[in-house]
């Protein structure tokens, strides 16, 4: 086969699969954005079948800000990081942390929220008896981190804790807790949900904000958040949206549009709709 | 449960429209599937027949891990594996960026090389069941090579195939629901979403288990029919 | 492309999961043989207060989705704690593991009784008629007669059947548990090696089918001695 003919037939083959993407340093007019669309009240699907949610309402408005044509799917969160590299899609916001281990393989806006971590377990179970606290511990201040953990810990003994696969808080819960108690591995936040309301485990380790949204409903009155929130150190920088290294010009477009979401107080609206509580990123 | 089961239905708040819609969705997917598998299985069949010893090897080889790993395996490899594998050919080409198969494609070639295994092994056995006379016959016909297979051993070929291509089919339609692994709205996932969402696994599931189970039924009665119809004339002994 | 050192770094990786593959593995197809003899034998009888229900069962099983299944007896069974807790079997459904090994044992058993009623069906009218002539009862003629020359026809069939399970098991890791292929999923989106991981895995599912079909042969020349090949 000739070389010519070789690359003809790649030509035809590439047009078959896809239209290669626009990777340069400029603005795209269209892009794709992912989420998980199971991670209520961040992003989920309604009773309509319909994608919803604080990031759907947000990425809405990043996209207005920015003047770019979005659609936004669901997709795996397993697949979230390597579907974006091979250029599924061209951003991911779906209730992702910012770690220094995700952006060896791709980059993120700034945070465009930060919301602690919660612990949710029965009433009736001993940590449920310590009941919530208000209180933020940072991991950074390790003295701290450590004194509210270890006042945790004996509560957990034995116990088993269900957590979505592939998250820091998966990392989080085998780091602090791993040593007395059962981790159990979840695709979805939803199906340990529905674990935890049958009995299969004792506990799940999730961000406030969805934790408030499933203790919400009636199925889960006997179960409460118990103890401190905790965020930074190894759950990262925040919230932010995933994207790949080379697309410069739509991260700095992204940025400077979340930086307008910040100032003009959409981003506590937003907030205040899903969550009744404020996540804005205090800068 | 049952006073729940207006979830299952098509009015407000109603899933029963998204459902069936899913299910479409699976039938696409398992009827493109299989026919992508008809053309990998063919050429697998020709080459476990083929006198070429380095054709046979691969093709048993591509016969026995398809068959032999799981399924789910395989999706892995062709969902994580199978962009990365097209952009670095793509590149190969000069070409820059990504490029990236959407989702039902990624099923379809999935349950195709799959299938593809099995169907391969459906072809071979029923070209060996065409009698040898047949061959001898359309010589002395002073047939083609081209026209030999085309007007006397494919017809027949088929007949043989059917009850096994029957099969897998079946196999191809329960493969299916794996795909929602990859995030594929198909049947399988959206009854996850649809349980994830009402909190009503049980009835989500059974919904779910009931339309396989009719999409089953349905095409195994038209594969029968098909079976019928090829053997019509055809004297059992 | 392929990379030594990356092979035996994620080959031991993989290798822990295998205990968990062969013991759902194990379990179900024990369990499930058991209880495909039951509903084979069952059907022998003209009884349609047995056979029906059977078929149905059956008929089910063989046609919707394992990973349904699964679905159904692990999330779907969750929903009903209190009645299965009233039943006292809740410990059963309360772990992923044996919830697994349900779906399984009556996956595998609704195949496997097709696969042994056909093979009652093809031992020749004349032995049990044979055996009956000599005197022998329904029972014994069942056991001694009827039951292995069928199980030794339907070795080939169910060497198939087992392999099925093998793969079967991969499902698993969906309901948490990380079998081999649990722990290869997890491998893959790390490393985003699919290759690598597919190949390595795919040797250890390989090597459990090799062993198998191996085994039954091995089995199947035992039981016919007379023929020699």
Not at chain 2, 69 to 93: C, E, K, M, N
Not at chain 2, 95 to 106: D, I, K, N
Not at chain 3, 69 to 91: E, K, M, T, V
Not at chain 3, 206 to 223: G, Q, S, Y
């Amino acid at each position: 086969m000739t070389q010519r003919r070789m690359a003809a037939i790649a030509a035809a083959f590439m047009t078959l699969v896809s239209a290669p993407f626009a990777t340069a340093a400029e603005l795209p007019k269209e892009i794709k954005i992912a989420t998980e669309g199971a991670y209520a009240p961040w992003n989920f699907v309604n009773s309509d079948g319909k994608l919803d949610g604080f990031e759907i309402d947000l990425a809405n408005d990043l996209c207005a800000r920015t003047k770019i044509k979005c659609t936004i799917i669901a997709q795996n969160w397993d697949g979230l990081i390597p579907s974006l590299q091979v250029g599924k899609f061209d951003v991911i916001m779906a209730a992702m942390f910012i770690t220094p281990k995700r952006m060896e393989t791709i980059d993120f806006t700034q945070p465009y929220a930060i919301d602690p971590t919660a612990i949710g377990v029965a009433k009736s179970s001993d940590l449920g008896k310590q009941g919530p606290s208000t209180e933020k511990i940072k991991l950074e201040d390790e003295k701290a981190a450590q004194a509210a953990i270890d006042k945790m810990k004996p509560a957990l003994k034995g116990k088993v804790i269900g957590v979505q696969s592939g998250t820091q808080l998966l990392a989080f819960v085998k780091k602090y807790f791993g040593d007395v108690a059962e981790v159990r591995e979840y695709k979805t936040t939803e199906q340990h949900d529905l674990d935890l309301a049958a009995g299969r485990i004792d506990a799940v380790v999730v961000q406030q904000t969805n934790l408030a949204a499933i203790f919400a409903k009636p199925e889960f009155a006997d179960y409460t958040a118990a103890g401190p929130g905790f965020v930074g150190g190894i759950l990262g920088m925040g919230t932010g949206a995933g994207m790949r290294k080379e697309d410069t010009a739509l991260k700095t477009a992204f940025n400077k549009a979340i930086d307008e979401a910040i100032a003009d107080g959409t981003i506590k609206r937003l907030s205040e709709k899903w969550f009744h509580a404020d996540v804005t990123p205090v800068k | 449960m049952f006073e729940k089961i207006h979830l299952l239905g098509f009015g407000a708040g109603g899933w029963g429209a998204l459902l069936l819609e899913a299910a479409g969705i699976t039938l696409l997917l398992s009827a493109l599937g299989f026919a992508v598998g008809a053309v990998f299985g063919g050429v697998a069949a020709a080459g476990k027949l083929s006198s070429s010893k380095v054709s046979r090897v691969i093709a048993s080889t591509y016969g026995t891990v398809f068959r032999g790993v799981p399924d789910l395996l395989s999706i892995y490899l062709f969902y994580y594996g199978g962009s990365v594998a097209l952009t670095s050919i793509a590149r190969l080409f000069g070409a820059t960026g990504f490029v990236g198969l959407p989702t039902l494609a990624t099923g379809v070639v999935t349950i195709g090389f799959i299938s593809g295994a099995y169907q391969s092994e459906v072809y071979r056995g029923a070209y060996l069941a065409v009698d040898k006379g047949q061959f001898d016959a359309a010589k002395a016909l002073a047939l083609t090579r081209i026209q030999m297979l085309r007007l006397v051993i494919v017809p027949q070929l088929l007949r043989h195939a059917i009850p096994g291509l029957g099969n897998v089919w079946q196999l191809v339609l329960k493969d299916s629901a794996l795909i929602s692994v990859i995030g594929l709205v198909e049947l399988m996932r959206q009854a996850q979403i649809g349980a994830g969402s009402t909190r009503e696994p049980f009835l989500f599931y059974l919904a779910a288990a009931a339309l396989y189970y009719t999409i089953a039924a349905v095409t195994d009665l038209f594969f029968s029919r098909a079976e019928a119809n090829a053997s019509r004339g055809i004297v059992h002994r | 492309m392929i990379d030594p050192g990356f092979f035996l770094e994620i080959f031991p990786k993989l290798v822990a999961g295998l205990p968990l593959t062969l013991k759902l593995c194990g379990i179900s197809v024990l369990l499930g043989f058991v209880l495909a003899v039951v509903l084979a034998l069952a059907q022998q009888s003209e009884n349609a207060f047995f056979v029906w229900p059977i078929r149905a069962f059956v008929s089910v099983f063989r046609g919707t989705p394992l990973l349904v299944q699964i679905f159904l007896i692990y999330y779907g069974l969750g929903q009903f704690r209190p009645n299965l807790q009233a039943l006292g079997l809740w410990w059963l459904f309360r772990e992923p593991f044996w919830c697994a090994i349900i779906a399984l044992t009556l996956n595998t058993a609704a195949y496997s009784s097709e696969i042994l009623r056909g093979a009652i069906r093809n031992v020749p009218r004349g032995l049990p008629e044979a055996a009956s002539a000599l005197g022998l009862s329904r029972l014994l003629t069942l056991r001694l007669v009827v039951l292995p020359l069928a199980l030794r026809q339907a070795l080939p069939a169910y060497g198939n059947e087992i392999i099925l399970i093998v793969k079967g098991t991969s499902l698993a890791s969906i309901i948490t548990l990380t079998e081999v292929t649990g722990l290869a999923q997890e491998l893959i989106s790390q490393t985003y090696r699919a290759m690598e991981v597919f190949v390595a895995a795919g040797a250890i599912y390989l090597l459990i089918n090799f062993i198998i079909v191996r085994a039954l042969e091995l089995l199947e020349i035992k039981l016919t001695p007379y023929r020699k090949r």
